[in-house]
């Protein structure tokens, strides 16, 4: 009886196994791929470790042009509609105020996205995309390696601002800013931006060591989260064995110039696994070391909801703006909170043009 039992058991094992395997014969398409590599990815791997260069890139991004700024935008492979927002808006408008600035969207490799193909259209098309062997996950090596390549590809491009594709960056502000900067650099006494000061700006760049030269959202040191170990931000004392992270630019948005660029990425490259939080490495850790501070971004960077981002726009007239108001350079997107908020990019943009509809008019109009 149990051997029949045992028998019956196999039997009905096998005749599930055959009606799944004729089922996926019958229907391919209904297969999920999500953990089957990309074989066209895979090779094209293996082949950008085997000569050390990214799997997609161009090498050309920088050479015929004089830069005054790249924007380099963390992304991701499957962020696709994140990046074609930030092209439509905010990295519409290259050339304005004197001012001709690039971008490039930094994402790692991931083998079982298969997006290979649609990046490499799209990468084709937009000529602004460096697809890296990093694993996508280690966002501080991305970083690194993208400045890397940048020393290779972009040596004389003067200043780098780096952001993430779920921020929007006020890049008319930003154009304006580096726009001071390249205008009677050693003027430095009682430089004003609107209603802001930035001589601190021309200090840095000409009275101290220029390889200290970084502005951003500054956070003020604090203890690391040691207690929620299920938490994101759950660090380990072998991760980072000091009471308190030092002080650092938040990962928004910083700028920093070629010098600085150079030694963080010089210092940086040391590390043989880099912590794994790339703000507070590339921005506080690293210049720890280097003897300098990021240094307090003098605009708004706003972490609340685009609500108030359009508040603070729309309030901030730049023809005439109000006094004790400083304007507005980077807000995070519904997307940085994982919403479905593509029309934000949209709508700041919009409401940006129209603020300085203006300004962008050429002089004899």
């Not at 196994?17 to 229907?27: A, E, K, P, T």
């Not at 999920?32 to 470790?49: F, M, T, V």
């Not at 021309?202 to 390889?211: I, L, P, Q, Y």
């Amino acid at each position: 009886m149990r051997r029949f039992s045992y028998e019956r058991i196999c039997l009905f094992v096998s005749v599930v196994l055959l009606i799944y395997i004729g089922w996926s014969i019958i229907n391919p398409s209904k297969r999920s791929h999500q953990d089957e590599p990309d074989s066209l990815q895979q090779l094209a791997y293996i082949r950008a470790l085997n000569t050390s260069s990214p799997i997609l890139q161009n090498t050309q991004l920088c050479s015929f042009d004089k830069i005054d700024l790249l924007i380099v935008i963390i992304s991701s492979g499957q962020r696709f509609l994140e990046r074609q927002s930030i092209r439509e808006t905010w990295r519409s408008m290259t050339d304005s105020f004197g001012v001709h600035s690039k971008h490039l969207f930094v994402m790692g490799y991931f083998p079982f996205d298969n997006l290979f193909k649609d990046l490499t259209n799209e990468a084709a098309h937009e000529q602004d995309i460096l697809f890296l062997t990093v694993d996508e996950e280690l966002i501080t090596l991305k970083e690194l390696h993208a400045y890397r390549w940048l020393e290779r590809y972009c040596p004389n491009v003067p200043f780098i601002f780096k952001t993430e594709d779920d921020l929007f960056i006020n890049t008319l502000l930003l154009h304006e800013l580096i726009r001071e900067l390249k205008t009677n650099p050693n003027d430095r006494n009682n430089r004003y931006l609107y209603n802001t000061r930035i001589d601190s700006f021309f200090v840095d760049e000409t009275a101290r060591n220029a390889t200290q030269y970084l502005y951003g959202l500054a956070y003020m040191p604090g203890k690391p989260e040691r207690n929620g170990t299920t938490s994101p931000f759950y660090v380990t004392y072998q991760e980072y064995p000091h009471e308190l992270y030092p002080r650092y630019c938040s990962g928004f948005g910083y700028l920093m110039n070629a010098a600085t660029k150079r030694a963080l990425t010089t210092e940086g490259f040391k590390d043989k696994n880099p912590f794994r939080f790339s703000d507070i490495f590339m921005t506080g850790i690293i210049p720890d070391r280097l003897n300098f501070v990021c240094e307090i971004m003098p605009f708004i960077i706003h972490q609340g909801t685009m609500e108030q981002c359009m508040g603070f726009v729309k309030n901030n007239s730049v023809e005439n703006p109000p006094p004790s108001t400083t304007p507005l350079l980077v807000c995070s997107t519904g997307r940085h909170l994982g919403n479905n908020a593509f029309s934000d990019y949209y709508r700041m943009w919009t409401a940006l043009k129209l603020i300085y509809a203006n300004r962008l008019k050429p002089k004899n109009q």
